[in-house]
Nanobody, 124 residues
Framework: QEKLVESGGGLVQPGGSLKLSCATS????????MGWFRRAPGKASELVAA????????YYIDAVKGRFTITRDNDLNTLYLEMNDLRREDTALYSC?????????????????WGQGTQVTVTP
């Protein structure tokens, strides 16, 4: 059974930084692309960043380009999202998800197992 557990969220001031982790188990982490999604209050879930299974390719939405970095450690079966220069609009519940193949997809329906999420709140 796939298990994904996020951590690292919290309360931070604008301009601050956080690094999210997604510890996984129960599947062959190194052969699946992974993604980070977020859901802000009153808004639909959106894919924030994704990374291929071998980390050769990554994707970011325009709103986070240059501020967020997605990485993975296939030896530790862990996915990361480093977030810098955080803004109030980054406030959301962040969840990691396992894609259905080695290449990432931009469609939410292409992601199978999900974590419960970790809350990120950016406030003065």
């Amino acid at each position: 059974q796939e298990k994904l557990v996020e951590s690292g969220g919290g309360l931070v001031q604008p301009g601050g930084s956080l690094k999210l982790s997604c510890a996984t188990s129960g599947f062959n982490f190194d052969i699946y692309a992974m993604g980070w999604f977020r859901r802000a209050p009153g808004k639909a879930s959106e894919l924030v960043a994704a990374i291929s299974s071998n980390a050769d390719n990554s994707y970011y939405i325009d709103a986070v380009k240059g501020r967020f970095t997605i990485t993975r450690d296939n030896d530790l079966n862990t996915l990361y999202l480093e977030m810098n220069d955080l803004r109030r609009e980054d406030t959301a519940l962040y969840s990691c998800a396992e894609s259905q193949g080695p290449l990432y997809s931009l469609g939410q329906h292409s992601y199978g197992a999900w974590g419960q999420g970790t809350q990120v709140t950016v406030t003065p």
